[in-house]
């Protein structure tokens, strides 16, 4: 199964480019550096609650709407192995 810090990051990505947002953007509007949106989006960190929690207010979305995504692309990523980039 994916690892869980992929999914999100995936789901991160996902939601933030449907919303039209930057990189840039989204560390703007989650009041973090713009190197960590880039770990984050890329599996390599470990998100405390309190960032996750601002993601998701960043991407005017619920901490458990980001959850469920992230959970979706672990799921969708299980059944599709070949089309991650993990």
Request: net charge positive; no cysteine; glycine share 6%.
């Amino acid at each position: 199964m994916v690892n869980l810090k992929v999914a999100l990051g995936k789901a991160i990505k996902r939601l933030r480019t449907e919303r039209g947002l930057s990189q840039e953007g989204l560390a703007l509007a989650a009041n973090i550096n713009r190197t960590y949106a880039t770990d984050l989006e890329n599996g390599k960190r470990n998100v405390s609650l309190e960032i996750l929690e601002r993601v998701a207010h960043a991407l005017e979305i619920d901490t458990g709407i980001l959850l469920t995504a992230a959970e979706t692309e672990r799921r969708n990523t299980a059944r599709n192995p070949g089309k991650t980039k993990h």
